[in-house]
Structure formats: structure tokens, C-alpha cells
């Protein structure tokens, strides 16, 4: 039986829906399960139980402190390796994002799998095209046109839509043997700055340094976790860092990805505008 956890999530639910399209049986984990699903509280490690699991989709938790993470990856792999699960997929971060505050759970997360006594598949994930915008917002003077204010400079950064990746996972999780030992860098087939996607939104930007945007997080009532967290995002991208491609992911998808950029700036376009005074 394969399990997916974090089931509640967009990218957990697209992986299941992948799956049952392709006919394969696999059952979703939630801290917040519906019905046929069972419920994987990682703050809880007593609670998880991965009995009948042959393959494990081990989807960690939202952003926790970085010793919190690890410990709630820890047990998790623990107890599978405890209940029987013979084969862990861990979706990680891509290599090119060590220098994010959110890296190193992933990386210590990587090793404790490695050294878990199960077969294992890590797949490095690249930053979801839908949120490549989350940096960037509108902002619009009296009566001229929107433009997009930006922390990212030159920047660019290899993105990928989040159901390309939910169908990568799926064809590990169908062929867990042929996937043995594999670390898979899943970053896009091009790099998309902001000036990408104001160009095709029309529009102009308004490049801001790291310290105006660490105002505006601050000004928006952000919690100061989620604070370092964007800021971390914005000067790995602005400095060059995530703009890597990559043969990983359309070699997983038999085929061209989603192009990232059309998917950015569907996102932008439904975000809302901000009037500067």
C-alpha cells in the first residue's frame, strides 16, 4: 500500500489525485483526515502508525523551528522503518536552495533516511511556480498603470508548477524499485525573473532593496519567522542562487514541464493591488 502524508495539503491532495487517475491504490494521512484517510499528527510521534505501508510519501510538516522539524521527521522515519515500510520518498529541497534558512531540516532530514534502514527516494523540489510571486506584489499611484514592486533584482529562479511535481512523485511512488537510492533535483527547464513576469502582465516594476521589503513584510503584521523566512527567499533568488535548471523533472514527467512563468503570472494577476498614497 502506498501512503501520502500531509493529505489536507495542495501538493499531498494533486500527488493522490495523481495516483488514483493512473489507478494505483495509495491512502492520504492527515492531521485532519477525511473520510478513508488516516490521521498522522507528526507534533504527536505516538499517534503515527504506518502498519500495511509498503511505500511512504513522507510530505514534512509546515515551517516549523529547525529543531522541531528534525524532530518530527525523525520519529516519522523511525516509526516507519518500525512498522515495516520498505520503501521512503522524502520530498526535500533543491541543492541549490542550502543557502535558505528552511534547508537544513531538509538536509539532516536527508541523512537520518539514508541511515533509516529502508530503500529511499529523495526528491529536491524546486520552488512551486505558484509562489514565485509571493516576494512580489502590486502597487498602483493615483492614476497611472499597476506595477510590480519587487525585492528580487536580476534575479531569476528555475520554478515549477506544484502539479509537475505532484506527478513527478507520482511516478516514483508507482516504480518505488526503479527509483532506488536516487536523489532527483526537481528544478524547472528555465529560470523566470520579475521583469519576466511583468513583461508578460504588460506592466512595469519598482525594484526595492531587502531592507524596504523587510518594511513592507513587517508592515503587513507577518510573524517574524515568516518574516526571516521571506527575506531568506528573496536574497538567495536576488543574488543568483535558484536560477540552476535541470533534466531531473522532465525526465520523471516523460516531457516538457508547465511552463513557469504562465503559471506566475496567472497567480499575479489574481492578486490584489495596493494604492501608494
Known sequence: MIM???????????????????????VGGSRTPSAGQRHVDFSVPDSLD???VD????????AQEDDRQVAFNRAAVEIAARDGVSHLVYTSLTG????LSMALPHRVTERIIMAGGMTWTIL????YAEILGAPLSWERQQEE???????????AVAAVARQDLARAAASVLSDPGGHKE????LVGSRAVSAADVAGRLGCEVRDIGLGEYRQLLAGGGMPVFRQSLMLSIASVIRHGFLAGTGDDLPSLLGGAPTDPLAVAAEVMVARPQRHKT
Not at 145 to 155: E, Q, T
Not at 182 to 185: A, F, K, L, P
Open 96 to 99: 541549490a536552495g542550502d543557502h
Open 182 to 185: 536516487r536523489v532527483y533535483e
Open 4 to 26: 501520502v502524508t500531509g493529505a489536507s495539503g495542495r501538493f499531498s491532495s494533486a500527488v493522490l489525485a495523481e495516483l488514483h487517475a493512473r489507478g494505483i491504490p495509495a
Open 55 to 62: 511505500t511512504l510519501l513522507l510530505v514534512p510538516a509546515g
Open 124 to 127: 529536491r523540489n524546486g520552488v
Open 145 to 155: 498603470p499597476a506595477r510590480i514592486v519587487s525585492p528580487l533584482g536580476d534575479g
Open 50 to 52: 504506518f502498519n500495511g
